[in-house]
């Protein structure tokens, strides 16, 4: 199964913007790209989905390119309560199926 | 408007005791994901079932751990016998229409075996 990767930790200042990445170089023909965002003792929590190309929402933007190999949760200016750590989410292709695979997940930092 | 409701929120118990873990999904939702979350190997699907079938249980650790969905509205997760490997955060997550759409989480049940 192919690992579906993110990198472990980012540190950002108040105010910034803040990018992370998902490598998934199997992901299945028909499934979406999903994000999630988990706090201490909580379960992750929806933050944003896509196929391809670029989708934002109130919260932030996806950026899919045309290979679908990977993918960029973009975080405009984010803040304190932003410090979390964030998943994504895709179908990795097995055969012609395909199974839920998070990605390994970043921890953000986010200081004044 | 409830959440994914998840049974009990901690559980301690001894190495070959049975475990259950409940779940109350969302009303009106299709779906339902168990998962689990370990530090070594991260979020991982467990099973999920739509419309109360278990559809893929590929992530099903072993012939200890089984999962029913008597109802739309329930779902258990047993642990017979337990094993202290098997410590970790379980989550339950319920979407509406299918694998693609967005998930909602329970606030997990921390399981340590001891």
């Known amino acids: 199964l192919a690992k579906t990767t993110q990198p472990i930790s980012m540190d950002s200042y108040e105010g910034q913007e803040v990018n992370i990445t998902c490598s998934h170089n199997?992901?299945?023909?028909?499934?979406?790209i999903t994000w999630y965002q988990q706090f201490p003792s909580q379960g992750p929590r929806f933050i944003i989905q896509?196929?391809?190309t670029k989708v934002t929402n109130e919260v932030a933007s996806l950026f899919i390119p045309a290979d679908r190999k990977s993918s960029t949760l973009s975080l405009p200016r984010v803040s304190l309560s932003d410090t979390a750590v964030y998943y994504c989410?895709?179908?990795?292709?097995?055969?012609?199926?395909?199974?839920?695979?998070f990605g390994t997940g970043t921890r953000l930092q986010v200081t004044l | 408007d409830a959440g994914v409701i998840q049974s009990p929120r901690h559980e301690v118990t001894e190495m070959g005791q049975e475990v259950t873990l409940r779940c109350k999904p969302i009303?009106?939702?299709?779906?339902l994901f168990w998962y689990r979350q370990t530090m070594m190997r991260g979020l991982e699907l467990l099973i999920y079932?739509?419309?109360?079938?278990?559809?893929?249980d590929s992530g099903m650790p072993e012939d200890r751990f089984s999962a029913k969905m008597p109802n739309a509205s329930f779902s258990t997760l047993k642990i017979q016998p337990s094993e202290p490997r098997d410590s970790a955060v379980y989550f339950c997550?319920?979407?509406?229409?299918?694998?693609?759409?967005?998930?909602?989480f329970g606030d997990g049940t921390r399981l340590s075996i001891l």
């Open positions: 009303s009106g939702h299709d779906y």
């Open positions: 989410l895709v179908g990795d292709r097995i055969g012609t199926a395909s199974k839920l695979t």
């Open positions: 079932f739509n419309n109360n079938v278990p559809i893929d």
């Open positions: 997550a319920s979407s509406l229409e299918g694998t693609n759409q967005p998930q909602h």
């Open positions: 896509g196929y391809k």
């Open positions: 199997n992901i299945a023909t028909n499934d979406y």
